[in-house]
């Protein structure tokens, strides 16, 4: 069974930039979700995607997007970067017909914003 | 709004001692409670899930946790803690709106040899 699996490990941008970071789920699972870990706190919710679309969200700003891929692999784009999106970007996914709370993360993209 | 607290943010206990985490909820409606442990630089790692059924739950590597309605708490436990259990460990509680999970501040836990 393959777990999930997120690119870049790393990355560095400078203030006003845009990003796209990468998540394929695991193999069976069909929803992925995002989260923002900021250092020495909790992960916040994003957004949850499922059939390609959104299906929640949370207090993240516009500029924050996503996409979901018929293979269920997903890609999170930030646009206009600001210092303190520098954080560690977490993709998890779950199967939405067993129980889609059931979450499975990736190691995560450690982004800074410079 | 839902929130989880973790009151520790830091805990040492020395290697073979037991271990306790605290966790409280606070959620309308019967919570789906997970708890995660986060080693350095990496992602989460599911170590038990509460749904429902019986309120004492096995998990991963030794684990276990116990769901206090009550007490809208839901602690994680072990008998003898080993060096590697030495990480960062987040309680979450699910069932919300969105399908998201809402996460604690996380405890960080030190092992003393």
């Known amino acids: 069974e393959t777990g999930v699996t997120q690119s870049p490990t790393h990355l560095i941008k400078t203030r006003g930039q845009q990003v796209t970071l990468r998540c394929s789920s695991q193999s069976g699972h069909n929803t992925v979700s995002w989260y923002q870990q900021a250092l020495g706190q909790g992960p916040q919710f994003i957004f949850q995607?499922?059939?390609?679309?959104?299906?929640g969200r949370g207090n993240f700003p516009p500029r924050f997007s996503g996409l979901q891929f018929p293979n269920y692999s997903s890609e999170l784009k930030v646009n206009a970067l600001e210092l303190d999106d520098s954080a560690l970007y977490l993709c998890a996914s779950s199967s939405f017909q067993r129980e889609a709370y059931e979450q499975y993360f990736g190691p995560g993209t450690r982004l800074t914003v410079t | 709004a839902q929130s989880v607290t973790q009151p520790d943010i830091h805990i040492t206990v020395s290697e073979g001692a037991s271990l306790e985490l605290r966790c409280n909820y606070s959620y309308g409606a019967t919570p789906y409670l997970f708890w995660y442990v986060q080693s350095p630089g990496q992602g989460l790692q599911l170590l038990l899930k509460y749904f429902s059924g019986d309120t004492l739950v096995q998990g991963i590597k030794g684990f276990e946790a116990e769901f206090k309605r009550s007490q809208s708490s839901f602690n994680l436990r072990k008998p003898s803690v080993h060096w590697s259990d030495a990480a960062e460990y987040f309680c979450?509680?699910?069932?919300?709106?969105?399908?998201?999970?809402?996460f604690g501040a996380g405890t960080i836990l030190r092992v003393k040899s």
């Open positions: 979450a509680v699910g069932g919300l709106s969105g399908n998201k999970l809402v």
């Open positions: 995607y499922y059939r390609e679309e959104e299906n």
